[in-house]
């Protein structure tokens, strides 16, 4: 049960993505073209997140144990190291560069082109060279 709960989740994820218009790379773009024509849509798409996220997180609290497991986990380190920083900077130049963050390009995969695909390749690369430097 634990792992289709883990499939649907991310079944509405994906979904999510495609209404929200985020699996084109444009979107992306355009939010960082704030000197141009820019697009708001994900600043939407983002709050509403949060807004889903900080509920859920109240509603998951309240129920003491979770529904499909035994416990929640939790990550419990709060430092900030040069893995983390130099990690986010990395995703961050890739989201910016390509348009893409792992979400939507996974959801993407049906209409697969070359930018998707470098991005994939170097994603899938990054965690291999990630794996080896620890």
Request: aromatic content about 12%.
């Amino acid at each position: 049960m634990k792992a289709l709960m883990g499939y649907l989740a991310g079944l509405l994820f994906g979904l999510g993505l495609a209404v929200s218009g985020m699996t084109d790379p444009a979107r992306v773009i355009g939010f960082l073209d704030i000197a141009g024509a820019w697009d708001p849509t994900l600043a939407f798409v983002m709050g509403g997140a949060v807004v889903t996220t900080f509920v859920g997180f109240r509603l998951a609290w309240h129920r003491g144990d979770p529904l499909f497991g035994d416990v929640f986990h939790i990550p419990t380190r709060r430092d900030l190291d040069g893995r983390l920083i130099g990690g986010a900077a990395l995703f961050g130049i890739g989201w910016g560069l390509s348009g893409y963050c792992p979400g939507p390009a996974v959801a993407s995969i049906a209409g697969l082109s070359w930018p998707l695909a470098a991005m994939l390749l170097a994603m899938v690369g990054g965690w291999f060279l990630a794996r080896r430097w620890s």
